[in-house]
């Protein structure tokens, strides 16, 4: 198997899409010229030239909504959002356009839309520039939300989301574009709404997705120091959901430690410690915990960033307090 | 109902039909005019018969009709080819019926009902017949018009020469959903890959706000040229003029691939919606001034003059439209509500 780096594997399969599909165009600004704010589309506009490799004004509900109407009439554009912060600007386009047509036209149109780009905090690009959006979109019923944790994920993901008949919110992060790993060769994809179980264990249920995948692992490297046999769920995808997994690994360890980039408050983890309850909470031996985004604008100066971001000792303490090994504080 | 067929894409200096001199002016198309006053009446008695549907408490959320409208969008979809597509916003009754839905089907979505057009699930709002390439109402003012634009390019993308229409209100022409999308249509346009054709329909009011109190350029069609689109401002209550400059307009769109945007001057005779009892915006005077000039009053006269109408066929085209609007109204009430498992379908292409 080959290695590739997380941004070679969206490539990849961008490339490998376009030539099996002329359907597929893709949008969005600097993508073309300047190859790409993070080169994800390095060289695609020589390669597939200006019809499919569309430079765009910065209009990002124009572009957004631009390609709905291309996936309504049976294209496959794939919009490069610079950064997901810039999505709000398009949000109206979405949730009210891209989500909602197929059901208010009572099922006449698909919309095969990826939006894709980078999403949660960089390196002190502070409070515009670090926001993680998955939250606001897997709220919205018509929308998948995709969370490559890798660059095998990212390729088979991408894959799986641009053969779909349904918009999909491609959840890239920033923080991982040059990381490196095995990508199978070959018409590889994966499913969606089908979590790994990335590390097994008997102790304690870590469930991350994303940038947090790593984090939880080496979490869990230490842990095992301590004699804690933590399982790692990486969820890959947040819609759908892949309850069946989760609950399973909870059922096995009793307890649940869920980590997420995005602030705390009625966020990812709130969602996944509501369906565990509601579908585990006889098999819980203590309350699921939570390991969170501070609540706050992310702050420019980079002591201040670290706070207020989760970081390994985090996860450490909380699998602790789950296995009643550390005292419990209030949030 | 049938539509009647576009005839041709004509170009500018071609009529599509034989011309008929009227004494004002050569009228080109006036046979088929006659079957699109029929359309015409039957969508007023349509939209009449909607609103007391209304009243009763039959059709829920909102309601906009076309009412004084309606030569502006039938001139245009008088013009259109079957392959061709169009978008338009929510005041959308009257596009559907025009581009041949069945009365039935459109007044059942209005009701709410599984027979209706999109399964009672989009309402009012949301009409749709995309197998006669219509591709929607749409609720949020301005929010259709990226769809449209891209839709454009996905058709010359594609191959082919069909156009895309986008029906617009003044009032959208004031939102950021109007300027990036139609400075991307005049980028595209460029390398003959935006085919559109933007239709305001300046009804001078976005809901209860004029266009000199909510733009700061009143003459609409000249703000196109901030996006190197051509434009041309038109009477919109002479259905006759309108498809002139409908046929001219997609004719040269389909040629050159490049978006050209008509301003359609016309005035809506009932209130922006069916909770705008009283319109302190304008006066009553205002209204009566407008129905002067009833679009189906005007087209009337040209077929008269032309020997193509007379009482007598006016009074049978009458009572066929109150029959046809009565006739979906009773199918819509008659027909079942959507079953509950029409909730969760078609939130997704592929269920999960």
Same mark, same amino acid.
């Given at each position: 198997?080959? #290695? ?15 030539? &099996? ?5 893709? +949008?969005? #600004? ?8 993070? &080169? ?17 004004? =910065? ?28 999505? +709000?600007?398009?949000?109206?386009? !979405? ?39 998955? /939250? ?53 994809? +994966? ?44 969820? &890959? ?21 869920? =980590? ?11 969602? !996944?410690?509501?369906? !565990? ?11 699921? #915990? ?10 420019? /100066? ?12 985090? =996860?450490?303490? /909380? ?13 | ?80 080819? *079957? ?97 990036? *999308? ?49 434009? @041309? ?29 008509? @301003? ?30 009833? *679009? ?21 085209? @009458? ?19 959507? *079953? ?13």
């Amino acid at each position: 198997m080959p #290695e590739l780096s997380y941004r070679d594997a969206i490539r990849t399969a961008l490339i490998e899409e376009m030539e &099996r599909d002329p359907s597929v165009v893709l +949008l969005g #600004e600097d993508i073309g010229l300047y190859q790409g704010t993070f &080169r994800v589309t390095a060289d695609l506009l020589s390669r597939f030239g200006p019809r499919r490799v569309i430079d765009t004004p =910065i209009s990002e509900e124009g572009f957004v909504g631009a390609a709905i109407g291309m996936a309504m009439l049976g294209l496959r554009p794939v919009v490069e959002m610079m950064t997901w912060n810039f999505s +709000l600007l398009a949000f109206d386009q !979405i949730v009210n356009n891209a989500a909602k047509v197929r059901y208010f036209s009572g099922g006449q149109v698909d919309v095969p839309l990826v939006i894709r780009g980078p999403n949660g905090a960089g390196v002190q690009l502070s409070a515009q520039h670090s926001q993680s959006v998955e /939250a606001w979109y897997a709220h919205v019923p018509g929308l998948r939300v995709v969370l490559p944790a890798t660059p095998a994920e990212a390729k088979g993901l991408l894959r799986t989301a641009m053969r779909g008949k349904d918009p999909v919110i491609f959840l890239e992060h920033a923080a991982l574009y040059g990381v490196k790993g095995e990508v199978p060769d070959g018409d590889y994809t +994966l499913p969606f709404g089908v979590a790994e179980i990335a590390r097994p264990g008997r102790d304690v249920t870590l469930v991350a997705f994303s940038r947090m995948l790593s984090l939880a692992l080496a979490a869990a490297r230490r842990l095992a120091d301590e004699g804690i046999d933590a399982e790692v769920v990486n969820l &890959r995808t947040l819609r759908p959901l892949d309850r069946r997994t989760l609950l399973e690994s909870v059922a096995r360890t009793h307890r649940a430690v869920v =980590i997420q980039e995005q602030w705390r408050p009625f966020g990812v983890a709130a969602e !996944i410690s509501a369906t !565990i309850m509601e579908g585990a909470f006889d098999q819980l031996d203590a309350p699921v #915990e939570r390991v969170t985004g501070a609540d706050v604008p992310m702050p420019y /100066a980079r002591n201040l960033e670290l706070l207020a971001l989760p970081q390994e000792d985090d =996860i450490l303490r /909380a699998a602790r307090r789950a296995l009643y090994r550390e005292d419990r504080v209030d949030a | 109902m049938p539509v009647p067929p576009s005839k041709r894409s004509g170009r500018n200096d071609e009529p599509a039909g034989p011309a008929v001199a009227t004494g004002r002016r050569n009228i080109p198309d006036l046979a088929d005019a006659v079957a699109w006053h029929r359309l015409m009446v039957i969508t007023r008695r349509f939209e009449e018969e909607t609103e007391r549907a209304f009243r009763r408490g039959k059709i829920g959320g909102y309601l906009h009709v076309y009412t004084g409208q309606e030569a502006a969008a039938a001139g245009f979809l008088a013009e259109m080819r *079957p392959d061709d597509i169009f978008f338009t916003a929510y005041r959308d009754h009257a596009h559907a019926l025009f581009r041949g839905a069945d009365p039935n089907a459109v007044m059942a979505e209005l009701f709410g009902k599984v027979t209706g057009l999109a399964r009672g699930k989009g309402g009012s709002m949301h009409l749709f017949d995309v197998a006669r390439g219509f591709y929607g109402g749409y609720g949020i003012v301005g929010g259709h018009i990226p769809l449209a634009i891209g839709a454009a390019y996905a058709l010359r993308y594609r191959g082919g020469d069909q156009v895309c229409l986008c029906f617009l209100g003044d009032g959208a022409m004031n939102s950021g959903a109007f300027h990036e *999308p139609l400075n991307m249509a005049g980028l595209w346009g460029q390398g003959g890959l935006c085919p559109v054709v933007v239709i305001v329909e300046n009804n001078e009011f976005a809901m209860g706000t004029s266009v000199g109190r909510s733009s700061a350029v009143i003459d609409l069609a000249s703000r196109f040229a901030q996006y190197a689109i051509p434009s @041309e401002r038109i009477d919109g209550m002479d259905f006759v003029t309108v498809r002139q400059a409908a046929r001219r307009a997609i004719a040269d769109v389909r040629t050159t691939g490049r978006p050209f945007a008509l @301003e359609v001057a016309t005035y809506r005779f009932a209130g922006h919606g069916a909770a705008d009892l009283f319109q302190p915006y304008r006066s009553k005077d205002d209204i009566d001034a407008a129905r002067r000039r009833d *679009p189906i009053r005007i087209l009337e006269g040209h077929l008269r003059a032309a020997g193509l109408l007379d009482d007598a066929r006016i009074a049978s085209i @009458e009572a066929e439209a109150a029959q046809i609007a009565a006739e979906a109204a009773r199918f819509a009430e008659e027909s079942p509500p959507p *079953p509950p498992e029409e909730l969760h379908r078609h939130v997704y292409g592929e269920e999960s």
